[in-house]
């Protein structure tokens, strides 16, 4: 299953935003990935990961890997690149499985309204925070803190996106467990912070 006409054309008019059509559900069967997130098909994906709400990703290689919500992952982009054996006879998979004495992958996780740009590779096991943007063609190796920006290989941090009190706020606030319909419709000021973080939080106590 993913998006139907129906779903498309409800959204449509409550939000004037047009959904993709590009998803690929011969992955979906296999993978546990949201009904609202979109992932093309030239991305590949293993049965352990996890896609969730609002999430995109256009191309690259998916594995072993939980995704949060509303991320943006761009084009020919490797989450949970595995290890091979470095100092083995050879760095070949023919030498191990998973029951063995080596394990090539280990859980990775990227937060929520994370941006991975263009060519990122993230090592397998590495936690990326809510928030946090990698630039284009970073290789990264280790975690990533919430609202950080990294760049470079490897990657290292060059500054965060907002205060400390802001980031706080932001992570309390876990905006992104909002549907972006309810978001839009209550005319949250989306280029100012401080002012969306007071709006979110009015919303999120007219509905408590
Ligand atoms: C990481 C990024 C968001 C930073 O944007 P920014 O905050 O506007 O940063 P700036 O352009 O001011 O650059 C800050 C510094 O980081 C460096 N830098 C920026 N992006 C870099 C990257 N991807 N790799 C290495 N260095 C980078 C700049 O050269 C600059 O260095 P300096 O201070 O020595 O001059 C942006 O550069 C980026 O990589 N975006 C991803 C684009 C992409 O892949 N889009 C795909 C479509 S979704």
Redesign the pocket.
């Known amino acids: 299953m993913g998006y139907d006409m129906g779903f498309r054309h409800w959204i449509y008019k409550k939000t004037g935003l047009k959904l993709r059509k590009n998803v690929d559900y011969s992955v979906r069967k296999k993978t546990t990935i949201s009904e609202l997130a979109t992932v093309w098909s030239q991305v590949v994906i293993d049965d352990e990961s996890t896609v969730d709400d609002h999430s995109y990703i ?1 191309s690259g290689l998916v594995k072993n890997t939980k995704i949060g919500k509303y991320c ?4 020919n982009v490797t989450i949970g690149a595995d290890r091979h054996p470095t100092d083995w006879l050879s760095t070949h998979h023919f030498q191990y499985n998973d029951t063995d004495n080596f394990k090539p992958l280990k859980i990775t996780t990227i937060g929520n309204d994370v ?6 590779v993230i090592m397998t096991g590495v936690n990326i925070g809510d928030g946090a ?6 290789v990264v190796t280790k975690d990533v803190p919430p609202y950080a ?4 290989i490897p990657a290292k941090m ?2 965060y996106r907002f205060d400390p009190d802001i980031i706080n706020k932001l992570l309390e606030l876990k905006w992104w467990d909002i549907e972006h319909y309810e978001l839009i419709k209550n005319n949250i000021n989306f280029s100012n912070v401080e002012k969306a973080i007071e709006q979110i939080e009015m919303l999120k106590n007219k509905v408590a």
């Open positions: 256009i943006s992952i761009a084009t941006w991975i740009g263009a060519n990122v943007i990698i630039g284009a063609s970073a920006i990294v760049v470079g060059i500054r």
